[in-house]
């Protein structure tokens, strides 16, 4: 009797160390990695945005054609330019359903934030292709539903025309989560943003900082990564993974 029982523990202590060990794995399990950019170059001239690697700016189109990217010291500077008339748009393209976006980077004022915004140029029911994003402040990390919030054409169209019906406001309200979250100027952190199914999660250094569902975020095709800087950034090491099958 006192075998069996001994052999049935034994049992039960296996079992449940491999699906610990299982789900441990799953867990770490980092996808297949689709994209991934250190910095460690430069431009071949100082005047203009030139960051290379498939990247994009806006600041042809938004700031004169002014430089607000600047690769140095195997980083990647964004700053507004003083002419811009609207926040610094860093593009790359990529494709998931489920995916997650791993970014270095550093605030160096209260009033930095960096903007990982997730689009998707073809879905045209939405206003520039927006779908959902995460904001990182010094203070707080915000993660919002873009796709069936305040980018919806006919929520944005109502919004600018201001005849959002009190319905619709408590509805957008729905849409957004802050976390408190404090950060320390000029520290380099590592983000890590995951979207799984209708819920993105946001840590940093390892750290949860919060987590959101939203119908948006399960948007079948995530085709671009937008960094978005309303004033100054610095970031390094962006590595995309692909989690889908
Ligand atoms: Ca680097």
């Not at 879905?123 to 779908?131: C, D, E, I, Q, S």
Request: charged content about 30%.
């Amino acid at each position: 009797m006192k075998t069996r029982l001994f052999t049935a523990c034994v049992l039960i202590v296996a079992s449940v160390g491999l699906s610990l060990g299982t789900f441990a794995k799953d867990v770490k399990e980092p996808g297949k990695l689709i994209f991934s950019d250190d910095f460690e170059r430069n431009e071949s001239q100082e005047l203009k945005d030139e960051v290379g690697n498939g990247w994009g700016t806006n600041s042809r189109s938004r700031a004169g054609g002014h430089k607000q990217v600047d690769l140095k010291d195997g980083t990647m500077r964004i700053f507004i330019h003083e002419t811009a008339d609207h926040g610094v748009s860093v593009t790359h393209p990529m494709e998931f359903r489920d995916g997650r976006v791993e970014i270095k980077f550093m605030l160096e004022h209260e009033k930095d934030s960096l903007g990982l915004n997730f689009a998707d140029l073809q879905y045209k029911k939405v206003w520039a292709g927006h779908l959902f994003k995460v904001v990182i402040g010094m203070k707080q990390t915000e993660l919002a539903d873009l796709k069936t919030g305040v980018m919806d054409l006919k929520v944005r169209e109502a919004r600018l025309a201001k005849t959002l019906t009190e319905a619709q406001a408590k509805e957008l309200k729905t849409k957004a989560k802050r976390f408190p979250h404090k950060l320390e100027t000029g520290k380099w952190y590592t983000a890590v943003a995951s979207v799984v199914g209708d819920k993105l999660s946001v840590s940093i250094d390892g750290k949860e900082v919060g987590s959101f569902s939203s119908e948006g975020i399960a948007h079948p095709t995530k085709r671009m990564l937008r960094l978005a800087v309303h004033r100054n950034v610095v970031v390094d090491d962006v590595k995309i993974y692909s989690l889908d099958k």
